[in-house]
């Protein structure tokens, strides 16, 4: 019998894994606190949950944002 764990708190590739986003991406994810992480020593833990919860905001589109038309909007008057 082989029992299936479900961590709690993931590292940067099984986050990578789970919600197939780059490194780079999840580390500006952790950076404007969108998703919950822990330093432990080192290491980064990222919350699976707080993770989960992100992905499920941005499809349905509340998270989106894009920096680039945001500014192309500031220049151009309309943002």
Avoid: C, F
């Amino acid at each position: 019998m082989q029992v299936n764990i479900v961590r709690t708190w993931l590292t940067y590739k099984e986050a990578e894994q789970l919600v197939g986003l780059s490194r780079t991406t999840l580390w500006r994810l952790l950076s404007a606190r969108e998703v919950e992480h822990r330093k432990v020593g080192r290491a980064v833990r990222i919350d699976r949950e707080s993770l989960e919860a992100y992905m499920r905001r941005d499809a349905e589109g509340s998270a989106t944002w894009y920096p680039e038309r945001s500014k192309q909007e500031d220049k151009a008057g309309r943002g």
